[in-house]
């Protein structure tokens, strides 16, 4: 078992930035997912095992970036120009795959979850 730790959540202006944060062991394929008030978990953002390979939804190109420090167990997501769109629980996630070029962009291409971190937007 996996376990994932996000931090970083919290309330911003829009227009504003905030870095989320997940602890996890294991250098694993990660993502990160977010959830809106009555709508379904989507896809944010992937990283690779090493780093070399991300993806992104739509709606995270250009203002949302996915990194990771593998000597911290630590994957990122830094987040640039939020709008109250953004506002969402932002879910942590991490693969059991052992592929070095992993990167889902469903739910179903992770095996483990963190608890979320609330990220709200004022307009």
């Known amino acids: 078992q996996v376990q994932l730790v996000e931090s970083g959540g919290g309330l911003v202006q829009a227009g504003g930035s905030l870095r989320l944060s997940c602890v996890a062991a294991?250098?694993?394929?990660m993502g990160w997912f977010r959830q809106a008030p009555g709508k379904e978990r989507e896809f944010v953002a992937a990283?690779?095992?090493?780093?070399?390979?991300?993806s992104y939804a739509d709606s995270a190109k250009g203002r949302f970036t996915i990194s990771r420090d593998n000597a911290k167990n630590t994957v990122y997501l830094q987040m640039n120009s939020l709008s109250a769109e953004d506002t969402a629980i932002y879910y942590c996630?991490?693969?059991?795959?052992?592929?070095?070029?992993?990167?889902?962009?469903?739910?179903?291409?992770?095996?483990?979850w963190g608890q979320g971190t609330q990220v709200t937007v004022s307009s």
């Open positions: 996630a991490a693969s059991a795959s052992i592929n070095y070029d992993y990167t889902p962009r469903n739910v179903a291409g992770y095996n483990y």
């Open positions: 294991g250098k694993l394929p």
């Open positions: 990283i690779s095992r090493n780093g070399g390979r991300t």
